[in-house]
T-cell receptor, first 115, second 111 residues
Framework: DTEVTQTPKHLVMGMTNKKSLKCEQH?????MYWYKQKAKKPPELMFVYSYEKLSINESVPSRFSPECPNSSLLNLHLHALQPEDSALYLC??????????????FGNGTRLTVT | SQQGEEDPQALSIQEGENATMNCSYKTSINNLQWYRQNSGRGLVHLIL?????REKHSGRLRVTLDTSKKSSSLLITASRAADTASYFCATADNYGQNFVFGPGTRLSVLP
């Protein structure tokens, strides 16, 4: 079992829906990440939160809106998605942004299908 | 981008054999990490090697790093069917925030 919990595990949504993905960790980590992964591809970085502040946004379309309510929680709000946004969305955390000295801890992801 | 490149993209071996995967990257790094991903699951950290280290071991895993060639290799010895997974190398920028993953190697270990 992973120490990073993502809900829901699976999500099917229409292009006009609004939904949210949730991620939670209780390891005291101060950096949290959203990655998007298409089939047979590596994870692609979307957003990084460092000490609850958005520090990296990898030119992600505005239909994806991240939120970090506190140091343990990370949300990804979804609105007006396209079918090509269907993917596995992975949340990860690390102790602090420290030059890659700390490993990333991943959740098992949310499998998103946009119809 | 300091994205790593893995080769081979896919590797199929028999149980008990050794598996070697290679990773190349483009820019200077502080550290390089290897991760494993079972199908449809999250990634699991395997091993981290610092830029001033040349080799590191963890159980049946051996990682080497050649900063002059900007390359790393992951060796899994005495492979098992449970080692079947995708393996990714990852590098981070100096702030450790922008972890970038290579394309990965899909390893199949046949019983």
């Amino acid at each position: 079992d992973t120490e990073v919990t993502q809900t829901p595990k699976h999500l099917v949504m229409g292009m006009t829906n609004k939904k949210s993905l949730k991620c939670e960790q209780h390891m005291g980590h101060r950096a949290m990440y959203w990655y998007k992964q298409k089939a047979k591809k590596p994870p692609e970085l979307m957003f990084v939160y460092s000490y609850e502040k958005l520090s990296i946004n990898e030119s992600v379309p505005s239909r994806f809106s991240p939120e970090c309510p506190n140091s343990s929680l990370l949300n990804l709000h979804l609105h007006a998605l396209q079918p090509e946004d269907s993917a596995l969305y992975l949340c990860a955390s690390s102790q602090i942004p420290d030059g890659g000295k700390s490993p990333l801890h991943f959740g098992n992801g949310t499998r998103l299908t946009v119809t | 981008s300091q994205q790593g490149e893995e080769d081979p993209q896919a590797l199929s071996i028999q149980e008990g054999e050794n598996a070697t995967m290679n990773c190349s990257y483009k820019t200077s790094i502080n550290n390089l990490q290897w991760y494993r991903q079972n199908s449809g699951r999250g990634l699991v950290h395997l091993i981290l090697i610092r830029s001033n280290e040349r080799e590191k071991h963890s159980g049946r895993l051996r990682v080497t790093l050649d900063t002059s060639k900007k390359s790393s290799s992951l060796l899994i010895t005495a492979s098992r069917a449970a080692d079947t997974a995708s393996y990714f190398c990852a590098t981070a920028d100096n702030y450790g925030q922008n972890f970038v993953f290579g394309p990965g190697t899909r390893l199949s270990v046949l019983p």
